[in-house]
């Protein structure tokens, strides 16, 4: 299996502009997490869904963010409009029925610039 | 989920064990002890988890006292490769209700 795959793996964007994070999960895992991590603030949890549905988005910082998933196999992450501290590396994440944790497998992240 | 604590940086001479503390002392009886490492640039990745015996793997050994208030990680034998970020993570098993939420970590330095 290739794994959880991001894309862009790098992008760099001027504030103002809308920006698209893109994951594609492990095929047959039912549940993806999207994951933030800068310097300040380390690893936070945005969003995660289940069969496709947002479970807890608790974690998104403000309405620029919004998630979605809109079949088992691509979730995309929209920042409109960006600014400079959205600049982080944002992970996807996903593991199969049950959720266990052992089996939650990282993708290798989107390094995001908003200059 | 249990709050834990770990220290924040440790250094380790290649070839030798490296053990890394974690404290848990709000752990409750279905929470299970989880580690992960983060490589430089890298997402993180799953080494062991355990809820009350002694667990070994490929990668590791996680020692986890017989009140479960703390636990240690062990690589037997330290390489450079093993420079990382490594999270002590004490949660429910199942993502569902409870997922995975990262603290600090330590920051293990091999050095040759």
């Known amino acids: 299996d290739a794994g959880v795959i991001q894309s862009p793996r790098h992008e760099v964007t001027e504030m103002g502009q809308e920006v698209t994070l893109r994951c594609k999960p492990i095929?047959?895992?039912?549940?993806l997490f999207w994951y933030r991590q800068t310097m300040m603030r380390g690893l936070e949890l945005l969003i995660y869904f289940n069969n496709n549905v947002p479970i807890d988005d608790s974690g998104m910082p403000e309405d620029r963010f919004s998630a979605k998933m809109p079949n088992a196999s691509f979730s995309t992450l929209k920042i409109q409009p960006s600014e400079p501290r959205d600049s982080a590396v944002y992970f996807c994440a996903s593991s199969p029925a049950g959720g266990l944790k052992e089996t939650q497998y990282f993708g290798p992240g989107t390094r995001l610039l908003v200059l | 989920d249990a709050k834990t604590t770990q220290p924040p940086s440790m250094d380790c001479a290649e070839g030798r064990a490296a053990n890394l503390p974690c404290n848990h002392s709000t752990i409750s009886g279905n929470e299970y002890v989880y580690w992960y490492r983060q490589i430089h640039s890298q997402g993180p990745q799953y080494i062991i988890h355990g809820l009350k015996n002694n667990e070994t793997n490929e990668m590791a050994s996680l020692i986890i006292t017989e009140d479960r208030k703390s636990s240690t990680l062990i690589l037997p034998h330290a390489t450079l490769r093993d420079t990382a970020v490594y999270y002590c993570?004490?949660?429910?098993?199942?993502?569902?209700?409870?997922?995975?939420?990262f603290g600090k970590g330590t920051r293990l330095s091999v050095i040759a």
């Open positions: 993570i004490v949660s429910k098993r199942n993502s569902g209700n409870t997922p995975l939420v």
């Open positions: 095929s047959g895992h039912d549940y």
